[in-house]
């Protein structure tokens, strides 16, 4: 729990909507902070090696902007700079996969827009568009890292390894790379802040907007607590039988 609060919880997100309607809806009332990203349809290798790509090992996201509030643990090197196209960071289940450390070279194909559809719906394409490798600076652990999607290998865009790309390399690729943006929110008041949030969104946006509540890191960490009370528990009732076995 500690973790999930000091990394920034979120409430929910809002998809659906041009980038720029995003950057209105994180100016409403009752917005404690929010952060615009998107996923971005691509494949992600080590350089030199674009046959090890595989669809749904590595996730790739562009941090568009990243408030104060969302932090990771620096597990090593910093983060990338978002004016910096060619810097990334990531995960490290994505640094296992990708055999990578600070300063590893990733190379990344994107699929086209009109991709997009057709590869979500689980249709095997090639990704056509070439992209220029980027370079890994930091490996970070955030409350995502601590459970396991359980998702199917060759759905590409769920999966526990993930690739972070700044604003900068999003400002550069945005339209010729398939890419969902989204902007995740916390509220002042939480939960009880959501009807009013929600028709705030609704009126700017005439009902388009599309609401997904929760988050992915509650999820997880949820999931770990109730994985780790379980062992303490085990240990507890292990250690209880050995102290009457001594006695």
Do not use: C, K
């Not at 404690?32 to 090992?57: C, D, K, N, T, V």
């Not at 196209?85 to 194909?109: F, K, Q, Y």
């Amino acid at each position: 729990p500690r973790f999930l609060a000091w990394s920034g919880p979120t409430e929910g997100d809002v998809a659906g909507v041009p980038l720029r309607t995003m950057g209105r809806i994180a100016g409403l009332p009752g917005i404690a902070y929010s952060q615009r990203a998107a996923f971005m349809l691509m494949l992600a290798a080590p350089a030199g090696h674009p046959a090890a790509a595989r669809p749904g090992q590595v996730t790739t996201w562009a941090l568009i902007d990243n408030p104060p509030q969302s932090r990771a643990i620096m597990v090593a090197g910093r983060r990338p700079s978002p004016s910096r196209a060619d810097e990334v960071m990531i995960n490290e289940t994505a640094a296992r996969i990708l055999r990578a450390h600070v300063g590893s070279m990733i190379s990344l194909r994107g699929f086209r827009p009109d991709q997009l559809m057709p590869v979500l719906n689980n249709e095997v394409l090639h990704p056509a568009v070439a992209l220029p490798d980027v370079r890994v600076t930091a490996i970070i652990r955030t409350p995502t890292d601590l459970g396991d999607s359980g998702a199917p290998s060759d759905v590409i865009f769920t999966g526990t390894g993930s690739l972070f790309l700044t604003a900068a390399f999003y400002d550069r690729f945005a339209g010729s790379v398939a890419n969902i943006p989204g902007l995740a929110f916390h509220l002042d008041r939480g939960l009880a802040g959501l009807p009013a949030f929600e028709s705030a969104v609704n009126r700017l946006t005439g009902h388009r907007a599309q609401f997904e509540l929760g988050s992915d890191a509650a999820t997880a960490a949820a999931a770990a607590q109730r994985g780790t009370s379980l062992q303490a528990l085990a240990l507890l009732l292990f250690g209880i039988i050995v102290a009457l076995a001594l006695l």
